[in-house]
């Protein structure tokens, strides 16, 4: 994992992969009644306020992170899914971006929202589309290129993509074999949640 993260990162591919993600605006975001869920209420996204391993006790999130690699932590969303009934599943790079608070210092989770969050690595359900892992999928002369070749499909066997929710950073290199926090995602309309006043306005 240290050769993944001592990388230098392309300021031209995390650039045109960060502007996907719409700029994080503080009235798009409202609790769920039970306080255990930020509702994404553009985007239309349930997201639980701690990551797996970690439980929401009506203050903060306690416990400890899990770490996953990538297979497990899509058998986990998976899993969910076929017990709850409740489309769970791996949030894409540009949904894990959204997620950052650029108003804050540091960017980062907005700890009102998302307490006691790692700042760290998490795995995505993006999928490498290009031979070269650390390239850019997203970008338009990525796209036009149209060069993936028989490699691509080996190195989306091998690497997946994972996003720095301190830094809103997202990689294509990361090997699947590689630990890292899971956060899941669901529909916010699947179970009709119910929401409260909006986060900015009021605290949990």
């Not at 050769?3 to 993600?21: E, G, K, Q, Y």
């Not at 700042?119 to 990525?142: D, F, I, K, L, M």
Request: proline share 7%; with cysteine.
């Amino acid at each position: 994992m240290k050769s993944f993260l001592s990388r230098v990162i392309s300021s031209s591919a995390s650039l045109a992969l960060l502007s996907l993600a719409p700029a994080f605006a503080a009235d798009d975001w409202v609790l769920s009644e039970d306080g255990a869920y930020v509702i994404d209420t553009r985007a239309q996204l349930a997201w639980p306020r701690c990551v797996e391993g970690m439980q929401w006790n009506g203050k903060t999130c306690a416990g400890t992170p899990r770490l996953l690699d990538r297979a497990e932590a899509t058998a986990l969303a998976t899993g969910r899914w076929k017990a709850e009934g409740v489309d769970w599943r791996l949030p894409r790079v540009p949904e894990l971006q959204r997620l950052i608070d650029k108003s804050i210092s540091p960017p980062g989770l907005n700890p009102a929202l998302f307490p006691a969050a790692p700042g760290s690595w998490h795995w995505s359900a993006t999928a490498n589309v290009s031979g070269r892992g650390g390239a850019n999928p997203y970008n338009y002369g990525t796209v036009m290129q149209g060069q993936a070749g028989a490699g691509a499909g080996q190195m989306a066997m091998i690497n997946g993509w994972a996003v720095n929710l301190s830094t809103g950073e997202a990689r294509g290199d990361a090997a699947r074999g590689s630990r890292l926090p899971v956060r899941l995602v669901r529909s916010s309309t699947a179970l009709g949640d119910t929401v409260r006043s909006p986060a900015n306005r009021r605290q949990p």
